[in-house]
């Protein structure tokens, strides 16, 4: 649910690739967050090559700039097909937010599409790590609730037999 609210956010309405474009972060902090030997000894750098987590990581890059390529043409050519070239607030995003300042051009500060695609791939990774976050702490309580229980009735069967 977590992810479908800030998709919403961020995209607007949902994103045909929604699901494909979750996978692929959740691929990327699979790959990022996990052991790789390359990491010990990075003056090695035939080890990146070798553990195959690099060219993996550059492969799911394409696909997902492929897709919010995709979705930011599709947020312009809506842009374009609205009358005085806004969306309604109400439907406002932060991708719609982000092309307005781009499409201003009145400021030092020029906004690219690779840099507006860097900031929306931004956002949803860092809500796709809270998320596992969320899920890995969940099962840790889960799994001390368990121990506990477990320690609890051990120790009740303790006593029970001592009493015998």
Known sequence: MTSNV????????????????TTLLGEIVRLAGGFNIADLYPSLTFLRTM??????????????DKILGDLV???QLRR???TNGDVN????????????????????FQLTID??????????????????????????L?????RNRYAASSISRSRDEDLS
Do not use: W
């Not at 607030?89 to 499409?103: I, K, R, W």
């Not at 969320?134 to 099962?139: G, K, L, P």
């Not at 889960?142 to 368990?146: K, P, S, V």
């Open 115 to 140: 840099q507006i695609k860097a900031v929306i791939m931004n956002e949803a990774c860092i809500e796709e790590i809270l998320k596992r976050y969320d899920r890995v702490h969940e099962e840790i």
């Open 51 to 64: 553990s195959g987590i690099k060219p993996a990581l550059q492969k799911i890059q394409k696909k997902i």
């Open 6 to 21: 800030v998709s919403r956010a961020a995209f607007g309405k949902r994103c045909k690739d929604q699901h494909d474009f």
């Open 73 to 75: 043409t599709e947020h």
């Open 89 to 108: 607030s109400d439907e406002e995003d932060l991708l719609d937010t982000l092309l307005n300042y781009a499409e201003a051009n009145n400021f030092d």
């Open 80 to 82: 374009k097909e609205t």
């Open 142 to 146: 889960n799994d001390r609730t368990t």
